[in-house]
């Protein structure tokens, strides 16, 4: 079992940038693939990015990409999500979670633990 806490959401103007933090417990992360979805209200969670467990493949949302990194330091049981050029369109409730896989996809169900989500509100 692993514990994911999700970290470094607030409330931003259009242009910022923030970094979200996702830390674990539990378990190490490094033997999990690790990935960032995302929940605006009345819509459906969607994938946002993924990484691999040797961090050397990434795979990004089209609407994100160029704009976010997602990294990870296995050393610190952490990953990361380094958001640019934030937009009202990014406004939503951000969460990180992990696939018991090398390399995981960017459906929901391909993971298998979760946090409970960071709020990012991205204001115009």
């Known amino acids: 079992q692993v514990q994911l806490v999700e970290s470094g959401g607030g409330l931003v103007q259009a242009g910022g940038s923030l970094r979200l933090s996702c830390a674990a417990s539990?378990?190490?992360?490094?033997?999990?693939?690790l990935g960032w979805f995302r929940q605006a209200p009345g819509k459906e969670r969607e994938f946002v990015a993924t990484?691999?467990?040797?961090?050397?493949?990434?795979r990004y949302a089209d609407s994100v990409k160029g704009r976010y990194a997602i990294s990870r330091d296995n050393a610190k049981n952490t990953m990361y999500l380094q958001m640019n050029s934030l937009k009202p369109e990014d406004t939503a409730v951000y969460y990180c979670a992990a696939a018991r896989a090398t390399v995981a996809g960017m459906r929901p169900r391909d993971y298998d633990y979760w946090g409970r989500g960071t709020q990012v509100t991205v204001s115009s």
């Open positions: 990484i691999s467990v040797s961090g050397r493949s990434t």
């Open positions: 539990g378990r190490t992360l490094s033997v999990f693939a």
